[in-house]
């Protein structure tokens, strides 16, 4: 049996518009199982639905003294069984990147979905019972991810299902497991909850380190090279692929990037490990392409490897925003420089908007006009601006939120924002975002 509610006669409105269900469960019912129905809208991403009804006794008495116990279950609106908890969780929550313990996770689909309702138990002639169902929907996200790990398959210490529950627990949203030549892992990457895996490998060669992202065997032979032409067919042929490609610590004072040309990366690794040297000739290096013409997103990762050392997971993480979790998304996000790097997830947050355009887009310089910057997580932070014209200062060293509007010179080409922490020889680099693009006609768009 099949009772389907109507949400809009049944719900109380509450802050957020979202449905709740008085159900009243018979006492003839008891010790049967049907459903009630709702209705999922469109561009939904997560259902979460709870409920509620009096116990009355609860604990070991309940043993002692049977009470109200009714158990909750879902199907999808295909009809597809998704889990059952009988009583054990007042809520339970389904989206595509994880579930409630005991229900599958999917993609969420529109259409007639149906709490599984299990009479267990009726103390009196009914009982009544609330479910409230939160929808959450599409929108953009802002997602941390460390995009350079080790497992124990290369130099780290670690096995991959330990790497993810850490970064789960340092609240990272993606990683990426680059091993060094091997990419044996990525066909078999754990799952854990509300962690995404990206595929990747750090092709590692006497002349230089990069990171394939995005397919499990970037390489389908061997991955030696000899000379800069066997490089860049490698890297030609993973692009074929559907690699995405980064160039590692180029400034590295151990194993640098020796070639000159960086016409054939995708992205450019300017921030591994902590903050130091190395990690400022690298944003030297990126800006001085730039003033060439060159638009390579900007990433970070730790390079993390083991415990006790310098190099610390999830510091730094490359911020992105994007679409969804799913890691087609992130790496759509971060091929197009929607990001921007910064310390950790608790680091400083960027945003750059001008006009129509964000971080990584082209935009048409409009008279008037100005780049809005928006910072939060400051603490003691101060802001500079850099475009191919000049690098200034836009405040002193600031906490929490801050909005800026930065009107531009009519000739620049881009602009991107770092943030320093600290004054003078004790000053860092906190965050770097990547650049606003500028053209100052139409015409040049074509």
């Known amino acids: 049996m099949c009772g389907v509610y109507n949400i809009i006669e049944d719900e109380k409105e509450r802050g957020d518009n979202l449905p709740e269900i008085i159900h009243k469960v018979l006492k003839e019912k008891e010790g049967s199982y049907y459903t009630i129905g709702f209705t999922v809208p469109k561009n939904v991403v997560k259902i979460t639905v709870s409920y509620d009804y009096h116990r009355g006794t609860k604990g070991f008495m309940s043993d002692l003294h049977p009470t109200n116990t009714i158990d909750i279950g879902l199907e999808d609106a295909d009809g597809r069984f998704l889990g059952w908890s009988g009583s054990a969780h007042k809520s339970i929550y389904v989206d595509e990147f994880g579930s409630t313990r005991g229900y599958l996770s999917e993609p969420i689909m529109p259409g007639e979905w149906k709490i599984i309702v299990g009479a267990y138990h009726v103390a009196g002639e009914s009982v009544e019972v609330k479910y409230s169902i939160d929808f959450e929907y599409r929108k953009e996200l802002l997602l941390f991810g460390d995009l350079h790990?080790?497992?124990?398959?290369?130099?780290?210490?670690?096995?991959?299902?330990?790497?993810?529950?850490?970064?789960?627990?340092?609240?990272?949203?993606?990683?990426?497991?680059?091993?060094?030549?091997?990419?044996?892992?990525?066909?078999?990457?754990?799952?854990?909850?509300?962690?995404?895996?990206?595929?990747?490998?750090?092709?590692?060669?006497?002349?230089?380190?990069?990171?394939?992202?995005?397919?499990?065997?970037?390489?389908?032979?061997?991955?030696?090279?000899?000379?800069?032409?066997?490089?860049?067919?490698?890297?030609?042929?993973?692009?074929?692929?559907?690699?995405?490609?980064?160039?590692?610590?180029?400034?590295?004072?151990?194993?640098?990037?020796?070639?000159?040309?960086?016409?054939?990366?995708?992205?450019?690794?300017?921030?591994?490990?902590?903050?130091?040297?190395?990690?400022?000739?690298?944003?030297?290096?990126?800006?001085?392409?730039?003033?060439?013409?060159?638009?390579?997103?900007?990433?970070?990762?730790?390079?993390?490897?083991?415990?006790?050392?310098?190099?610390?997971?999830?510091?730094?993480?490359?911020?992105?925003?994007?679409?969804?979790?799913?890691?087609?998304?992130?790496?759509?996000?971060?091929?197009?420089?929607?990001?921007?790097?910064?310390?950790?997830?608790?680091?400083?947050?960027?945003?750059?908007?001008?006009?129509?355009?964000?971080?990584?887009?082209?935009?048409?310089?409009?008279?008037?006009?100005?780049?809005?910057i928006t910072a939060e997580n400051m603490k003691t932070t101060s802001l500079f601006i850099v475009t191919d014209k000049y690098e200034k200062k836009l405040c002193a060293p600031s906490s929490g939120k801050l909005t800026l509007n930065k009107e531009l010179d009519s000739d620049v080409r881009f602009a991107y924002i770092k943030a320093v922490r600290g004054i003078g020889k004790f000053s860092a680099i906190c965050a770097v975002t990547n650049p606003i693009y500028f053209n100052q006609n139409k015409e040049e768009l074509n």
């Open 149 to 372: 790990i080790h497992s124990d398959a290369s130099d780290g210490r670690f096995d991959i299902h330990t790497l993810g529950k850490m970064a789960q627990k340092a609240k990272l949203d993606f990683i990426g497991i680059a091993n060094h030549n091997n990419f044996a892992e990525n066909f078999n990457l754990p799952n854990i909850d509300g962690l995404t895996f990206i595929k990747a490998v750090e092709w590692t060669n006497y002349n230089g380190h990069i990171n394939f992202f995005g397919v499990a065997a970037p390489f389908e032979n061997s991955f030696i090279s000899n000379s800069f032409e066997e490089t860049e067919k490698l890297i030609a042929d993973a692009k074929k692929l559907g690699a995405l490609i980064s160039v590692n610590h180029p400034k590295c004072r151990f194993c640098p990037y020796k070639w000159d040309n960086y016409d054939c990366f995708d992205m450019m690794e300017i921030w591994n490990g902590p903050m130091r040297p190395s990690n400022l000739d690298a944003i030297k290096l990126w800006t001085d392409l730039l003033n060439q013409g060159k638009r390579i997103p900007i990433v970070g990762g730790s390079d993390y490897h083991r415990p006790h050392s310098l190099a610390r997971l999830g510091n730094p993480v490359t911020a992105v925003y994007a679409q969804s979790r799913k890691a087609e998304d992130i790496l759509t996000s971060l091929r197009e420089g929607r990001s921007f790097v910064t310390s950790s997830v608790d680091g400083v947050r960027l945003k750059l908007e001008y006009g129509k355009a964000v971080m990584g887009e082209e935009a048409i310089f409009i008279p008037g006009e100005k780049l809005r």
